[in-house]
């Protein structure tokens, strides 16, 4: 069965700062792997996913990630963070072929100026 | 396009009772998805409908269950409702055919809480 961790619950970081939120991922066969945001009171909005091909996905609001398979890892990054990136991250697996997310516990981004 | 329409978006009810929600996937979308979100377990998959059919399953009591209509929307209902079953339901919806994958987006959630 596919898994992932979220190694942090919680980064704080200053506005215009770098950051990077973890996720590690366990499954035993090939995986597509996904980067969700929630803000409050909303459903979760699709940043980027890696299906195959190039290592570095590029995503929406200036999110990239790195698929990384030696390490199964999949670290989102963002050069430069806004007030309006604070937020819930979630990272998530499925295998192909099924619509079944197995998501991340979640990584909650403060951005403070 | 319309988004993913939830209703209702709270809901209070007390245990014992049960509950139906209700989601309305984007148009020509076909797959479903049903999904829990709690403080303590997260976000956990419950199940999935395509073409009116379950296709997946989560690890939910027989409790939760579904269904999908010829006009691929779907609603889900609770029975015997308990505390522990207070979340955000998620749905989510996808174009989708066996062994490809399609983006599965989001509805906004209905807020059940049970009291």
């Known amino acids: 069965a596919q898994s992932v961790t979220q190694l942090d619950s919680q980064v704080p970081v200053f506005e215009e700062a770098p950051v990077e939120l973890r996720c590690n991922y366990s499954?035993?066969?090939?995986?597509?792997l996904f980067w969700y945001v929630q803000y409050p009171n909303q459903g979760l909005q699709l940043l980027l996913k890696?299906?195959?091909?190039?290592?570095l996905v590029k995503g929406i609001n200036g999110f990239e990630a790195e698929f990384n398979k030696s390490q199964t890892s999949f670290h989102l990054r963002k050069p430069s963070v806004h007030i309006s990136d604070t937020a819930e991250y979630f990272c998530?697996?499925?295998?192909?072929?099924?619509?079944?997310?197995?998501f991340g516990t979640g990584t909650r981004l403060l951005v403070s100026p | 396009k319309a988004g993913v329409t939830q209703t209702p978006r709270y809901l209070i009810k007390t245990r014992g009772q049960q509950v139906t929600l209700s989601c309305s996937p984007i148009?020509?979308?076909?797959?479903v998805s049903w999904y829990q979100q709690t403080p303590g377990q997260g976000l956990q998959f419950l199940f999935e409908?395509?073409?009116?059919?379950?296709?997946n399953k989560g690890n939910f009591p027989g409790r939760f269950s579904g269904r999908q209509f010829s006009n691929s929307r779907s609603e889900m209902n609770v029975s015997t409702l308990e505390l522990g079953d207070s979340a955000l339901y998620l749905c989510?919806?996808?174009?989708?055919?066996?062994?490809?994958?399609?983006?599965?987006?989001f509805g906004p959630g209905t807020r059940l809480t049970v009291l």
């Open positions: 409908y395509f073409s009116e059919t379950q296709r």
């Open positions: 890696y299906l195959s091909g190039s290592t």
């Open positions: 998530a697996v499925t295998l192909g072929g099924f619509q079944k997310l197995v």
């Open positions: 989510a919806s996808s174009s989708t055919d066996r062994g490809l994958y399609n983006e599965q987006f």
């Open positions: 148009s020509g979308h076909r797959s």
């Open positions: 499954s035993s066969v090939s995986v597509y």
